[in-house]
């Protein structure tokens, strides 16, 4: 479907809607080291043209499904959308309130019409720069900073403004707007010290231009020809900047079931945990839908911001990216290392253990009674991020619940993290996928190497009988030692030794060369060396290894590899 072209140049009906999408794309793709090199506010992380190019790639993405619709305001809505669920930074929030200005006014046009909206008028652009300009506000608190993309924008708006009140066309609207921005712009190093101080103008700022001239282009089928903006230490001040250090993390991740109530105290929360805040909401004006929030924040606690959000409502699409490399050297907007592995383990001599191979530790709450049963999705999601890796194999160790395994996971599943939970069902499996974990090695065969391993290590657990009872393996009484695999006491015996002997044979009866038995809390260590008594009398040519993890529940834990 093609636009119709007025005298004054194309209508900006659905489909230049979309072109305009699309040449914005382009167009950020030319500009994105410029823009990036003018980053300076408020991190110099060089990627403000980086996060506004994906975030409109985002956009444009969810516009192309609306691509036989002839209604304007549909595909303003797609674009809202797609950049509210793929906004990267802070740049990537504002630009995502700007398209949603532009999605309200329409649909506000729209219905009162009482049906389709076929294209913008000068009026209807001004009137949604200026709401973007109010929602761009909103989103940051309330407080405006002169000499950022707000100053940019809102010229931009009273230009188009101006030109809807003179009665002119879109081409005549565009170009002031353009013109516009250019003159708020440069003057932007003048009200913002950080600016002047590096020599820049504003970045965000410089992107917005971009976007307004891929508009006019659109229009007018005429490019303009704008200035190469570079850092210039003409303009640089003389006098000496005080060295701020700049957060750790940058945590972007959207927002459900969340009021506006709740919007302002997850703002306060995050205030208090670092700076740069942003939630922008993703209801229209028209919508009475509680809940979705773009958030964002700069801080060094990038759990405890995942953390705000899930007292406040259900965080997706969770993006943690490093601000600055530090000592690990690691380039800005990434993690601060490529692949982690995260034990769910009970016990200090556990901790001890994994963290001694290498793995993060989470450990299940100390008070609980039962272990196995406390673990939540929101606990597991905090160690996932607190990894600081892009990549996370996570080993359960048949401490997490499946389901809050699965929604901590899922959680943890977005921008930025990889998350693959591995089928440990103990901390014995969870060494044996330990032992062959390779960081180097691609993540789906490191993965796949460390289940098989772990799959591989028959297991079983002997417990003290609490009770009399009728078991698989026959009667048993208070004080007993009950030999377990696969939920099944398979074992009755008088104590705890002889019924780990009896385990020991069973699991050794298809073979092995190494058993593992981690020793509980109250057990007595004589047990551990009659076991290798007992390995080494009776199965000659296998190694038993015994480490004392002083876990909770069962008394031994027993893998055989």
């Known amino acids: 479907m093609g636009s119709q072209v007025d005298a004054s140049g194309r209508l900006l009906d659905a489909s230049a809607l979309r072109d305009w999408a699309h040449t914005a794309v382009s167009d950020l793709i030319t500009h994105i080291d410029e823009i990036n090199r003018l980053n300076v506010f408020p991190v110099a992380d060089s990627d403000t043209g980086t996060n506004m190019l994906f975030t409109m790639r985002s956009a444009l993405a969810e516009a192309n499904t609306e691509a036989g619709s002839g209604d304007v305001s549909r595909v303003a809505a797609a674009l809202s959308a797609g950049a509210l669920n793929g906004a990267r930074g802070n740049s990537g929030v504002i630009l995502s309130q700007i398209l949603r200005g532009i999605a309200d006014v329409t649909a506000a ?282 990549q996370v194999m996570v080993l359960p160790n048949g401490y997490v619940a499946a389901e809050e395994l699965v929604a901590g996971c899922t959680a943890a599943i977005g921008w930025g993290i990889d998350v693959v939970p591995l089928p440990t069902g103990s901390m014995v499996q969870g060494l044996a996928a330990l032992a062959v974990h390779e960081p180097g090695r691609p993540a789906v065969d490191d993965g796949y190497t460390m289940a098989h391993a772990a799959g591989g290590a028959r297991h079983g657990s002997v417990r003290i009988a609490t009770e009399k009872a009728l078991t698989f393996a026959g009667p048993c009484e208070p004080g007993d030692g009950l030999g377990i695999a696969g939920d099944e006491v398979l074992i009755v015996a008088p104590d705890i030794a002889a019924a780990a002997i009896g385990l020991i044979d069973l699991l050794l009866a298809a073979g092995g060369e190494l058993v593992t038995v981690l020793t509980g809390a109250a057990v007595d260590a004589a047990i551990g060396h009659a076991l290798q008594q007992h390995v080494h009398d009776d199965h000659p040519g296998t190694e038993l290894v015994t480490y004392r993890t002083e876990h909770r529940g069962d008394a031994l834990l027993i893998g055989v590899e």
């Not at 013109?179 to 712009?185: E, G, P």
């Not at 383990?345 to 001694?356: E, H, R, S, W």
């Open 109 to 390: 046009a729209a219905a009162e019409t009482e049906g389709e909206l076929r294209h913008i008028d000068t009026a209807v652009l001004g009137s949604a720069l200026r709401h973007g300009v109010a929602l761009v506000v909103a989103s940051m608190g309330g407080q405006e900073v002169a000499g950022t993309i707000v100053s940019v924008l809102q010229a931009a708006a009273g230009a188009v403004e101006q030109c809807a009140d003179a009665g002119e066309g879109l081409a005549r609207a565009t170009s002031a707007a353009g013109d516009a921005a250019v003159i708020a712009l440069e003057k932007t190093p003048e009200q913002l010290d950080v600016l002047g101080n590096a020599g820049v103008v504003d970045a965000g700022g410089r992107g917005l231009l971009v976007l307004l001239d891929a508009l006019h282009s659109t229009i007018t089928g005429q490019a303009s020809a704008r200035t190469v903006y570079e850092p210039s230490p003409r303009r640089a001040s003389t006098e000496p900047v005080a060295e701020q250090r700049a957060p750790k993390f940058e945590v972007m991740y959207l927002l459900e079931g969340c009021d506006g109530a709740a919007a302002d105290a997850l703002r306060d929360r995050l205030g208090e945990l670092g700076d740069s805040v942003a939630i922008a909401t993703s209801a229209s004006e028209a919508s009475d839908a509680v809940g979705g929030y773009s958030v964002h924040v700069h801080t060094d606690d990038a759990g405890a911001a995942v953390e705000a959000g899930l007292a406040f409502g259900r965080p997706r699409r969770i993006q943690i990216s490093a601000l600055t490399g530090g000592a690990t050297g690691v380039p800005p907007g990434s993690w601060t290392r490529e692949r982690a592995v995260l034990a769910v383990v009970d016990g200090d001599g556990a901790a001890q253990l994994f963290a001694g191979e290498g793995a993060c530790v989470l450990r299940p709450d100390p008070d609980a009674a039962d272990p196995s049963t406390v673990v939540s999705a929101q606990q597991l999601l905090r160690a996932v991020v607190d990894t600081g890796a892009a």
